[in-house]
């Protein structure tokens, strides 16, 4: 089987370091061949309308250029409507073919919230999912809701090597360096005209200041 395929999915609004390194320590500690990023469609009740997903894609790409282990997905900004995990799942297992070990990778947050997912059961037939530590949110099987504890307990690797012998319906954790940055707090530091330099990459925070973004979240 070849080299399992990281897809990483969020909102991105922005993309911050604590994105960048989930991603490249992903490669590592998964043994993974890379990384492909897939930026949200806007969805339809969030805060934040003066950014749109192009922009959020336009960061993303701007964040990731010059790592030739990162690829950038824009379908689902593309999409016209709302697009669901689960759908650009089921793209990508058709494009890529049934035996290629696809890698979901979330953080510890979004893991916890998997069930308010669409067909979030569906999910662990299409990728193995690999759950990223992050500051304040302990992946635990008491911390997760009842159905997600089940699936936590049942579907668990013992290590990485699991995610190369069968290409999806396994769920691993993985320590990354624990940064608590997250998009909310660099969204409230630039309203409140406050500097978020070293939270994000610099040529995201010169598209930011360029198009004047985040001035009134
Ligand atoms: P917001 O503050 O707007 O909710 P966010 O910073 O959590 O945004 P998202 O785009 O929602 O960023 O996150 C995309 C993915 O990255 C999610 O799986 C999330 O858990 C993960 N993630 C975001 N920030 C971190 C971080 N600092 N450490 C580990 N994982 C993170």
Do not use: C
Request: net charge neutral.
């Amino acid at each position: 089987m070849s080299e399992p395929l990281g897809l990483f999915g969020g909102t991105f609004d922005p993309v911050h370091f604590g994105h960048l390194r989930l991603a490249e320590e992903s490669i590592g500690h998964l043994g993974l061949a890379g990384v492909r990023w897939i930026p949200a469609g806007q969805p339809p009740h969030r805060g934040t309308p003066q950014v749109t997903a192009r922009q959020r894609l336009e960061m993303v790409l701007r964040s990731t250029a010059g790592n030739d282990r990162f690829s950038v997905d824009a379908s689902e900004v593309e999409a016209v409507a709302p697009s669901y995990s689960v759908h650009t799942l089921e793209r990508l297992r058709g494009e890529l073919g049934a035996a290629q070990s696809l890698v979901l990778l979330v953080g510890a947050d979004a893991f916890a919230g998997l069930t308010t997912w669409h067909r979030w059961r569906d999910l662990f037939a299409l990728a193995h999912i690999a759950v990223s530590h992050r500051p304040g949110f302990p992946v635990e099987i008491a911390s997760l809701p009842h159905e997600l504890a089940t699936e936590f307990a049942d579907r668990r690797l013992p290590d990485a090597g699991g995610l190369r012998t069968a290409a999806a319906g396994g769920i691993v954790t993985f320590a990354m360096t624990q940064l608590a940055i997250s998009a909310t707090q660099i969204r409230k530091l630039l309203a409140n005209g406050l500097s978020a330099r070293y939270l994000l990459p610099d040529s995201v925070l010169d598209y930011i200041e360029l198009h004047q973004l985040y001035k009134n979240t």
